[in-house]
DNA sequence: ACGGATCACACA
DNA sequence: TTGTGTGAT
């Protein structure tokens, strides 16, 4: 249920936008392949059934009648030249990364003018309150002989014109009024900046967006999607009386849902005017405290709500359904495609851990599932929890555990005997894997370096703690030099513009962490060997380890994350010493920046004295496809234990070596 | 037997 | 805290 904020006690007039890409999915493809711009088109996935769902149409295909919710074949039924473009498909799923990607370049471009909030993978609010005020000092609308262009376009809720050009003239009155009280000159500025924005997009990611302009984020939001595409519209607070009191209260945001409908039911509110009869005590009473507050404010266009400077996703989460009769009945069809969800997912939270420096904690399996037998007494299939360990088979060997837990809790007692291999009673309609509680790394003191040894510390091994000590003082020593020098490379957790893939672009697709397998049936989680197209990666791997073998390494291994309360990042910053096991182990999964913080004060890289210790490695684990990264010499070590494995009977077992060059690049597995 | 795949958040 | 439910795109 939504909750009334607190108005917050600096009660300013703050100007917020809400900017709504267009049809992104199909912006998306459109910028992929140019020719089909300005072509009818919409994106469809799964194109077995029906020509596939469609999931965006665009703005030439809605004018020839093709709507969201329709099939692929409908679509080509009423607009036969419709052009139809599938979802990317990778390990057997859908696969979002590219418009995921493609949404965080619209992020980093937006939240150059102020706070700005990922709403969703295509919608962002951003608060320019402060850059408002200071064109406002500065620039003020009323000074300028002409109105930009974009910003003339905007529409005014409210202001009334006969014909198009005359509303073009209007706005621009309206934007450069003289005598506009202080509110409406900020939303002027507002719509000035936003459409500045807009143009941005448009020229650096060539997509076009639609934009709300007004006093909070439920006005914004409201009145973003009002002229689309491509078009802007700006809330005068002297309008927003008329504007709410005609409008739908299913079209408010939070009121779409069962809350709206009992609005409509229990009290009869059909539109937002309709809730001002009830007092604020009356709709508390009716929904609770917080909530009839809520209600109570926004049927006035109040609301408090802050624009969170959040660029990121606070989870990552990787799922699929199996309808009708696709659902899962084995245990074995669950665990193939546990496994390719958690593949997905070990990409993804590597790519974040690369990208942005942060960790996730924790791992969530949601299921849904139908019983066959026993009809009645319908029950939810459980999710279940825990803490994430780092790497794909961890993740797998994880996430089937959890599922387990669940499917037992599912379905109860009697059913326990018959939780074996065949196919009794029960079905998985929906499978999915999430990763959640990231936390931002704070750069610049070593702590990711610390933040994985302690992952590895097992209580049992007592190491040589003065030489870690000593260690530790060259990884922060080291680390704040390279900080002033590279200060461009900081992390602000409150304003960490993803930086999209630019450090990935140049390189060869082939070491990027987002090589994909499109095979979606395959069952081991090895992606495809480079072929000998020229790695990225040159002889010298010690000290230039590149983004992409740190994430595969990542991808295919396993960084052991045992301890289920770390979100305090300050505690691993803090002054006790390292407990664990030694330190260069963790070098070659450090993104590149950290690698820094890991040489010692002589530049050359610290590797541990103690030699003697012996290492497990699982070899099933690693991920082929960095072995072309390695230096020759290890090239070749690892290449005999591979060929070894692939002989029969000598399969599945650990291999353990003695410590030597390839424990710079292999961590060791844990014990179990 | 189809809105699929993701997200966020309030509440208990 | 973990798990559930709602609502959104």
Same mark, same amino acid.
Request: glycine residues 6%; aromatic residues 6%; hydrophobic residues 30%.
């Given at each position: 249920?939504?909750v009334?904020r607190?108005?917050?006690?600096?009660?300013?007039?703050?100007i917020?936008?809400h900017?709504?890409?267009?049809?992104f999915?199909?912006?998306?493809?459109?910028?992929?392949?140019p020719?089909?711009?300005g072509?009818?088109t919409?994106?469809?996935?799964?194109?077995?059934?029906k020509?596939?769902?469609l999931?965006?149409?665009?703005?030439?295909?809605?004018?020839?009648g093709?709507?969201?919710h329709?099939?692929? +074949?409908?679509?080509k039924?009423?607009?036969?030249?419709?052009?139809?473009?599938?979802?990317?498909?990778a390990?057997?799923?859908a696969?979002l990364?590219?418009?995921?990607?493609a949404g965080?370049?619209?992020?980093s471009?937006l939240?150059?003018?102020?706070?700005c909030?990922?709403?969703?993978?295509?919608?962002?609010?951003?608060?320019?309150? +402060?850059?408002?005020?200071?064109m406002?000092?500065?620039?003020?609308?009323?000074?300028?002989?002409?109105i %930009?262009?974009?910003?003339?376009k905007?529409?005014?809720?409210?202001?009334?014109s006969?014909?198009?050009?005359?509303a073009q003239?209007n706005?621009s009155?309206?934007?450069?009024?003289?005598?506009?009280?202080?509110?409406?000159?900020?939303?002027?500025?507002g719509?000035l900046?936003?459409?500045?924005?807009r143009? #941005?997009?448009?020229?650096?990611?060539?997509?076009?967006?639609?934009a709300g302009?007004?006093?909070n984020?439920?006005?914004?939001?409201?009145?973003?999607?009002?002229?689309?595409?491509?078009?802007?519209?700006?809330?005068?607070?002297?309008?927003?009386k008329?504007?709410?009191?005609?409008l739908?209260?299913?079209?408010?945001?939070q009121?779409g849902g069962?809350?709206?409908?009992?609005?409509?039911?229990?009290?009869?509110?059909?539109?937002?005017?309709?809730?001002?009869r009830?007092? $604020? $005590?009356?709709?508390?009473?009716?929904?609770?405290?917080?909530t009839g507050t809520?209600?109570?404010?926004?049927?006035?266009g109040?609301?408090? #709500?802050?624009?969170?400077?959040?660029?990121l996703?606070?989870?990552?989460g990787?799922g699929k &359904?199996f309808?009708?009769?696709r659902? =899962?009945?084995t245990?074995?069809s669950v665990?193939?495609?546990?496994n390719?969800?958690?593949?997905?997912?070990?990409?993804?939270?590597?790519?974040?851990l +690369?990208? %942005?420096?942060?960790?996730?904690?924790?791992?969530?399996?949601?299921?849904?599932?139908?019983? &066959?037998?026993?009809?009645?007494?319908?029950?939810?299939?459980? &999710?279940?929890?825990?803490?994430l360990r780092?790497?794909?088979?961890?993740?797998? #060997?994880?996430?089937?555990?959890?599922?387990?837990?669940?499917?037992?809790e599912?379905?109860g007692?009697?059913?326990?005997k018959?939780?074996?291999?065949?196919?009794?009673?029960?079905?998985?309609?929906?499978?999915?894997?999430s990763?959640?509680?990231?936390?931002?790394?704070?750069?610049?003191t070593?702590?990711?370096?610390?933040?994985?040894?302690?992952?590895?510390?097992?209580?049992?091994s007592?190491?040589t703690?003065?030489?870690?000590?000593k260690? +530790?003082?060259?990884?922060?020593?080291?680390?704040e030099?390279?900080? $002033?020098?590279?200060?461009?490379?900081? =992390?602000?957790p409150?304003n960490?513009?993803?930086?999209?893939?630019?450090?990935?672009?140049?390189?060869d697709?082939?070491?990027?962490?987002?090589?994909?397998?499109?095979?979606?049936?395959?069952?081991?989680?090895?992606?495809?060997?480079?072929?000998?197209?020229?790695?990225?990666?040159?002889?010298?791997?010690?000290?230039?380890?590149s983004?992409?073998?740190i994430?595969?390494?990542?991808k295919?291994?396993?960084?052991?994350?045992p301890?289920p309360?770390?979100?305090?990042?300050?505690m691993v910053?803090?002054?006790?010493?390292?407990?664990?096991?030694?330190? $260069?182990?963790?070098?070659a999964?450090?993104?590149?920046?950290?690698?820094?913080?890991?040489?010692?004060?002589?530049?050359?890289?610290?590797?541990?004295?103690?030699?003697q210790?012996?290492?497990n490695?699982?070899?099933?684990?690693?991920d082929?496809s960095?072995?072309?990264?390695?230096?020759?010499?290890?090239?070749?070590?690892?290449?005999?234990?591979l060929?070894?494995?692939?002989?029969p009977?000598m399969?599945?077992?650990?291999?353990?070596?003695?410590?030597?060059?390839?424990?710079?690049?292999?961590?060791?597995?844990?014990?179990?």
């Amino acid at each position: 249920m939504p909750v009334a904020r607190p108005e917050s006690s600096d009660s300013r007039t703050r100007i917020i936008a809400h900017v709504d890409l267009d049809c992104f999915y199909v912006q998306v493809e459109q910028r992929k392949q140019p020719e089909l711009r300005g072509l009818p088109t919409a994106v469809v996935q799964y194109n077995e059934w029906k020509g596939g769902a469609l999931i965006a149409v665009s703005y030439e295909a809605r004018k020839l009648g093709v709507s969201r919710h329709m099939r692929g +074949d409908d679509a080509k039924e009423v607009c036969p030249q419709i052009h139809l473009v599938q979802v990317p498909v990778a390990r057997g799923k859908a696969d979002l990364n590219i418009y995921r990607n493609a949404g965080s370049e619209v992020v980093s471009i937006l939240a150059r003018k102020g706070r700005c909030e990922r709403a969703s993978i295509d919608e962002v609010y951003l608060d320019l309150t +402060d850059s408002a005020e200071a064109m406002l000092r500065e620039t003020p609308p009323e000074s300028l002989e002409s109105i %930009n262009e974009e910003a003339r376009k905007s529409h005014i809720l409210g202001l009334k014109s006969e014909d198009a050009n005359d509303a073009q003239e209007n706005a621009s009155k309206w934007l450069r009024r003289s005598d506009a009280n202080h509110q409406d000159k900020l939303l002027a500025c507002g719509a000035l900046i936003v459409a500045e924005l807009r143009m #941005e997009v448009l020229k650096e990611a060539q997509f076009t967006c639609s934009a709300g302009v007004a006093h909070n984020k439920m006005l914004a939001k409201l009145v973003s999607g009002m002229n689309k595409p491509a078009q802007q519209t700006v809330v005068p607070s002297s309008s927003v009386k008329r504007f709410l009191e005609s409008l739908p209260i299913k079209k408010m945001k939070q009121l779409g849902g069962k809350l709206g409908t009992s609005l409509q039911t229990d009290l009869g509110v059909n539109t937002v005017g309709d809730l001002l009869r009830f007092s $604020e $005590e009356k709709l508390q009473e009716r929904f609770g405290i917080n909530t009839g507050t809520w209600l109570w404010n926004i049927a006035r266009g109040i609301n408090g #709500e802050e624009v969170q400077g959040r660029l990121l996703p606070k989870s990552h989460g990787a799922g699929k &359904s199996f309808p009708g009769p696709r659902a =899962l009945k084995t245990i074995a069809s669950v665990q193939h495609w546990l496994n390719q969800l958690c593949d997905e997912l070990n990409e993804r939270i590597c790519f974040d851990l +690369d990208q %942005n420096k942060r960790i996730a904690h924790t791992l969530t399996v949601y299921a849904s599932a139908y019983k &066959s037998c026993d009809s009645e007494s319908y029950k939810k299939f459980p &999710s279940k929890s825990c803490p994430l360990r780092y790497g794909t088979a961890k993740i797998q #060997e994880d996430a089937f555990n959890l599922f387990q837990a669940g499917l037992r809790e599912y379905i109860g007692s009697p059913g326990v005997k018959t939780l074996g291999h065949h196919h009794n009673g029960w079905g998985i309609t929906s499978l999915s894997v999430s990763a959640s509680k990231i936390v931002a790394i704070p750069s610049g003191t070593g702590s990711i370096t610390k933040y994985f040894h302690e992952q590895y510390a097992s209580p049992s091994s007592k190491e040589t703690q003065d030489t870690f000590v000593k260690k +530790d003082h060259a990884i922060i020593t080291a680390s704040e030099s390279y900080s $002033e020098l590279e200060p461009t490379d900081q =992390l602000q957790p409150d304003n960490n513009v993803p930086c999209v893939g630019i450090p990935w672009k140049e390189q060869d697709s082939s070491c990027s962490s987002t090589v994909q397998t499109k095979d979606g049936s395959g069952k081991g989680a090895s992606p495809p060997l480079p072929s000998g197209s020229g790695c990225c990666s040159p002889v010298n791997q010690t000290a230039s380890a590149s983004r992409g073998t740190i994430l595969k390494f990542l991808k295919s291994y396993n960084l052991s994350c045992p301890t289920p309360n770390q979100q305090n990042v300050e505690m691993v910053k803090g002054s006790q010493p390292p407990s664990c096991s030694s330190l $260069e182990e963790n070098q070659a999964l450090l993104p590149r920046r950290n690698l820094a913080e890991i040489r010692s004060n002589d530049g050359s890289y610290n590797l541990d004295q103690n030699a003697q210790r012996a290492w497990n490695y699982k070899i099933d684990e690693i991920d082929h496809s960095i072995v072309d990264e390695l230096p020759s010499e290890i090239q070749d070590e690892i290449r005999v234990w591979l060929q070894a494995r692939q002989q029969p009977g000598m399969v599945k077992r650990p291999s353990i070596i003695k410590r030597g060059s390839i424990a710079h690049y292999f961590s060791p597995a844990r014990n179990t």
